[in-house]
């Protein structure tokens, strides 16, 4: 068989929840960043900081550069949550492979996405809010960090799930273009990784001290 084109080799990327319990004395909730994307396919949705796996690099130092490179933050406790499987239009032209899959022509791209949970480094400023200070170190590709709890994402990721009719595809590559996945919208919406998260893995949640495949 003749090696494929690089444009149709599937990629790895690797999304982090970095877990930090609740500033308030009164919940036992924790919290992770989540940060709207720019300037790349998936624009204005929100997702996880992390990025691509580099030759030779093992998930755990994948997610402690990838975190400093794009929050500041130095993070330990490094473990593998779960994978999923992701086939998405980039909605951007030479960005993909230029093909058609499920009646949608466009430059699609397949990814498997390693979702890591890791914790602060103990020595790391908080903030007034009492969170860990997380720096916009990417200006170019996020718009800005936010500390937010697995009960949103579940909220925001269920309402357009729902509205974009996605359930008939709850443990398979999700197919969706990208311009469902846009943000003409008034609620959040999310990455399409994060999405198959919630479609793939159910019952599958970031939580301190567990990590779970």
């Given at each position: 068989m003749?090696?494929?084109p690089?444009n149709?080799?599937p990629r790895l990327?690797?999304?982090?929840f ?12 924790t919290k992770?960043?989540l ?6 396919h ?6 996880l ?10 998930f755990?130092?994948?997610t ?9 933050l130095?993070?330990?406790d ?6 999923t499987n ?5 909605g951007?032209?030479g ?7 499920e009646?949608i ?5 397949h990814?498997g ?6 914790t602060?480094?103990p ?13 916009l170190?990417e200006p170019?590709k996020c718009s800005?960090?936010e500390?937010?709890?697995?009960q949103q994402?579940?909220?925001w ?9 996605l359930e ?9 273009s ?5 943000d ?12 198959n ?5 159910p019952?599958?949640?970031p939580t301190?001290g567990?990590?779970?495949?």
């Open positions: 003749s090696p494929l690089a149709q080799v990327g690797v999304a982090v970095i877990l930090h319990p609740s500033s308030d004395p009164d919940s036992r909730e992770f960043l940060g709207q994307r720019l300037g790349s998936g624009a204005g949705t929100w997702a900081p992390g990025g691509h796996l580099e030759f030779g690099e093992s755990e130092e994948c402690i550069r990838e975190i400093k490179e794009e929050t500041g130095d993070v330990q490094v473990g593998l949550l779960t994978i992701d086939v998405m239009e980039s951007v032209v960005k993909g492979w230029d093909t058609q899959i009646g022509q466009g430059w699609w791209m990814y996405t390693i979702f890591m949970v890791a602060v480094d020595s790391t400023r908080l903030g007034s809010d009492g969170m860990p200070q997380a720096e170190m170019d800005g960090w500390w937010v709890t697995w994402l579940v909220g990721g269920e309402r357009q799930i729902r509205d974009e009719g008939e595809q709850a443990g398979r590559p999700l197919m969706i990208a311009t469902q996945n846009g003409n919208d008034l609620h959040p919406r999310l990455f399409i990784p994060m999405l998260l919630l479609l793939q893995r019952g599958v949640e301190l567990r990590q779970a495949w």
